[in-house]
């Protein structure tokens, strides 16, 4: 059990990651958690609040797969109402309001969207009162606003872009957004801070079998080819896309899972002009344009995937798709030049769900694949905390002992505690930096009240405090400590994922790479040709998805996308290790 100052219990640096695989090798585990998404992640953060004694394994870094390709809204699902499933959208509402209020303001927040109306009158009637009902799941004491009705002129003031021809007015409600990877790094933290062990770039090879029980996994550390056996007296599989392949290890598993690509396109600010979000109708689903920073996300995609897990790629059929719906109501048409980052993600649906195989949701199912083996899967990204709470239920019924009711509900995440105090501080703090207080205030949202970590790096060396070189919106501190605080280890953990410069910036990242990678090497040691050799497959995968979003269809898109080898994969061939570098002054 992981023991003492509790700021660096969270402290995912090199150092807390061997000290992990340690207690990996040396100790019997409660349960542990196969998958570093969001619904594992979150497994771990309800089973350590319960005193379970928690690992948890990912095989490249987290979030790396569904978790960081979302639409990064946490939302109640407005079109399950038109199916009645209003079961479901409380249940979405109620975790909606939990993370805005409660266990991660810092990273969750409320963002606005317009409904236009192009019908008759019955329109404006039907999709009116179904967003009503939808405010009212949400309760009086509510997190987000009341929606409004909107004619013509007040959608102009709000959205100018929107094309006038046949706009009646709109609906405006409220959702709201997170930062998926971030807000999952923060469930691995929180889940570390309450004493589970964690490690990424771990891969399960095997489970660890008893007869027909299943008493642990075999993994390979990635990083340096190290074979660890895990036990545990509980295995939980929250791989996602992945839970058929870590069933069939088991010789046989109740859920069935089929992967659904969704892409998404990011497009500069000043592209559209409007200060809303939009959600459009289209023949085959609903069409997001939401406000992200500087930035829109449009989106989604929805399209059987049966290719490369890892790496789904977007097809020229997918960009001009999304283009294409979101110009039938833009005044001025988008083009592909002004298509700033593309990200391509796969959504883990369940099949052939069966009355045996789901508990307590429609939405997802949790299943005993065989002894010592549990299965989640399916649901939505903003009911994780009630799959991982259904998935720890199932596993204490085959521990041997009384195990606590779930407390996640009240475990705020790291950054959580404390964050309005600091918040209302941020001009104290950006004039003691030298900063613009919106410098501050993007790292609070980020960072929460651990923005003081950061601080006290920027107190001790200066120049972590400019801008990123390459990619201005950050600065050069965010990726040291995303490589001494966060668990980074390869260079895009730190542009996809700690940061969104690989989809936010008009060259993907390639400039910002050399300035990040000189910071990651100060923490892991690098030396100049392991330096070299992530800067090349950095600009491999830049290059390989470029080449894919010019392909006709999915399965050209995925051969040009494997032209970049994975860069955990080629640790483990190289058996290269993680050094350490010599302790130097400062935090």
């Not at 340096?224 to 929250?238: P, W």
Request: net charge neutral; glycine share 10%; proline share 4%.
């Amino acid at each position: 059990m992981e023991t003492g100052n509790p700021i660096e219990a969270a402290r995912l640096g090199p150092e807390h990651r061997r000290r992990s695989l340690d207690r990996m090798e040396a100790e019997a585990f409660d349960v542990v958690i196969i998958g570093g998404g969001v619904t594992g992640a979150g497994a771990a953060v309800d089973a350590a609040g319960r005193g379970l004694s928690v690992a948890l394994i990912e095989q490249r870094d987290w979030a790396a797969g569904t978790s960081s390709r979302s639409s990064k809204l946490i939302h109640g699902g407005l079109r399950y109402l038109e199916q009645f499933d209003f079961g479901l959208v409380l249940e979405a509402k109620r975790e909606q309001a939990l993370m805005l209020g409660r266990l991660c303001p810092h990273l969750v927040r409320p963002v606005p969207f317009l409904f236009p109306l192009l019908g008759p009158l019955w329109e404006r009637l039907y999709i009116g009162a179904g967003i009503l009902l939808y405010d009212l799941l949400s309760g009086f004491n509510r997190a987000v606003p009341w929606h409004k009705h909107l004619g013509r002129r007040g959608v102009r003031r709000v959205f100018p872009a929107l094309a006038a021809k046949g706009l009646k007015g709109a609906i405006q409600y409220h959702d709201a957004q997170v930062d998926d990877a971030r807000h999952t790094l923060a469930l691995v933290r929180t889940a570390a801070l309450h004493g589970a062990a964690v490690a990424s770039s771990a891969r399960v090879e095997s489970l660890a079998l008893a007869g027909q029980r299943v008493t642990g996994v075999n993994m390979r550390c990635l990083e340096s080819g190290r074979e660890i056996t895990v036990r545990g007296r509980q295995v939980i599989n929250a791989t996602g896309v992945w839970t058929d392949e870590v069933q069939n290890m088991a010789g046989r598993g109740r859920i069935q899972v089929q992967a659904s690509k969704g892409i998404h396109l990011v497009i500069p600010r000043d592209r559209i002009h409007g200060d809303s979000g939009l959600i459009l109708r289209t023949q085959k689903s609903v069409l997001f344009l939401i406000p992200w920073k500087h930035h829109w996300i449009v989106g989604t995609t929805d399209t059987d995937w049966n290719l490369d897990l890892a790496h789904p790629a977007a097809s020229s059929g997918d960009l001009d798709y999304l283009l294409g719906e979101l110009n039938t109501v833009l005044a001025r048409p988008l083009a592909r030049e002004d298509i700033e980052g593309v990200y391509a993600g796969l959504r883990p649906l369940l099949r052939g769900e069966t009355e045996d195989t789901s508990e307590l949701s429609r939405r997802h199912a949790v299943s005993q694949s065989v002894s010592g083996l549990i299965t989640v899967a399916g649901g939505k990204y903003t009911t994780y905390r009630v799959m991982a709470r259904d998935a720890i239920d199932l596993a204490a019924r085959g521990l041997d002992r009384k195990v606590p009711e779930s407390c996640s509900d009240r475990m705020p995440l790291v950054g959580a505690e404390g964050y309005a105090a600091v918040w209302n501080r941020r001009n104290i703090l950006a004039e003691g930096l030298g900063l613009h207080v919106g410098q501050v205030e993007h790292l609070l949202e980020r960072y929460g009240a651990r923005v003081q970590e950061l601080i006290a790096l920027m107190t001790a060396r200066p120049e972590l405090a400019l801008p990123l070189e390459g990619a201005p919106s950050y600065l050069a501190a965010e990726a040291y400590y995303a490589t001494s605080h966060e668990g980074a280890l390869h260079l895009e953990d730190v542009l996809t994922r700690r940061t969104r410069i690989s989809i936010e910036t008009l060259d993907r990242g390639i400039a910002a790479a050399r300035p990040v990678a000189d910071l990651m090497a100060e923490v892991l040691g690098w030396d100049g040709e392991t330096r070299a050799r992530e800067l090349a497959h950095y600009d491999a995968r830049v290059q390989a998805e470029r080449e894919s979003q010019q392909q006709p269809d999915d399965r050209t898109a995925d051969s040009a996308r494997l032209g970049a080898p994975d860069v955990r994969m080629g640790s483990r061939e190289r058996g290269a290790v993680l050094r350490l570098p010599q302790k130097r002054g400062g935090p």
